[in-house]
């Protein structure tokens, strides 16, 4: 399994509304889905992507708070939709990042 990817992980300052650096690191990358449709006349895109990391503890918090995180992958922003360290082994986090471009 290649992390080979660069990514960083921010969170947003509630009071501010602002988005800091939180983490950066490496990712294996998988798009899990995609798909098109038309809303008022417009074409929306929406892709899914796993991002498998190597378990830090700094990352424990995004499984209960995935709101307030997002990634930025490529000049992309990816909200953060899930996350799951699986059976709390500490081993791997996968994060589950959506884009939505109209």
Same mark, same amino acid.
């Given at each position: 399994m290649a992390r080979d990817k660069s990514i960083i992980i921010e969170k947003m300052d %509630?009071?501010?509304?602002?988005w800091n650096k939180f983490y950066s690191g490496h990712a294996e990358i998988n798009k899990a889905s995609g798909k098109e449709y038309v809303n $008022?006349?417009?074409? $929306?895109?929406?892709?899914?992507f796993n991002f498998d990391l190597i378990y830090n503890k700094k990352l424990e918090d %995004? $499984?209960?708070?995935?709101?307030i995180?997002? $990634?930025k992958y490529k000049n992309r922003i990816f909200n953060i939709v899930n996350a799951d360290d699986f059976k709390l082994r500490h081993i791997k986090i996968i994060l589950v990042g959506e884009t939505i471009n109209g």
């Open positions: %509630i009071e501010t509304e602002e $008022i006349g417009s074409v $929306i895109s929406k892709n899914v %995004i $499984i209960f708070n995935t709101e995180y997002r $990634i």
